[in-house]
């Protein structure tokens, strides 16, 4: 069974920095990509940042760049976002979920993250709090 479970979430201050997981397990990791999205109370969800699997390809949402890294341990099975410099901004439950590989490569050749439909199986998220 295709498993994604966040984790590293918490309260920091504004300008800190918070190190989320995103364990994965159940499937063929050279075959899909993850990408992190959030969600704010009251909006959709918005891209962050993704990753292939195999190739390691990275695209940033908009507003990530510079702030934000992804990054992929194969052997720890765990892909990782690196948040720098949080703003109250940041907060949101953050979301891993699996993309094929195909499709991110698509992607990944447009610069953009694909809206969330395009995503097929998402973990549960982890709450992540800024305060000013």
């Known amino acids: 069974e295709v498993q994604l479970v966040e984790s590293g979430g918490g309260l920091v201050q504004a300008g800190g920095s918070l190190r989320l997981s995103c364990r994965l397990s159940?499937?063929?990791?050279?075959?899909?990509?993850i990408g992190w999205f959030r969600q704010a109370p009251g909006l959709g969800r918005e891209g962050v940042a993704c990753?292939?699997?195999?190739?390691?390809?990275?695209t940033y949402g908009y507003s990530m760049k510079g702030r934000f890294t992804i990054s992929f341990d194969n052997a720890a099975s765990t892909v990782f976002l690196q948040m720098n410099n949080l703003t109250p901004e940041d907060t949101a439950i953050y979301y891993c979920?699996?993309?094929?590989?195909?499709?991110?490569?698509?992607?990944?050749?447009?610069?953009?993250?694909?809206?969330?439909?395009?995503?097929?199986?998402w973990g549960l998220g982890t709450q992540v709090t800024v305060s000013s």
């Open positions: 990753i292939g699997l195999s190739d390691r390809s990275i």
């Open positions: 159940g499937f063929s990791f050279d075959e899909y990509a």
């Open positions: 979920a699996e993309e094929k590989s195909v499709v991110h490569s698509t992607a990944q050749a447009l610069g953009v993250i694909f809206p969330p439909n395009e995503y097929d199986v």
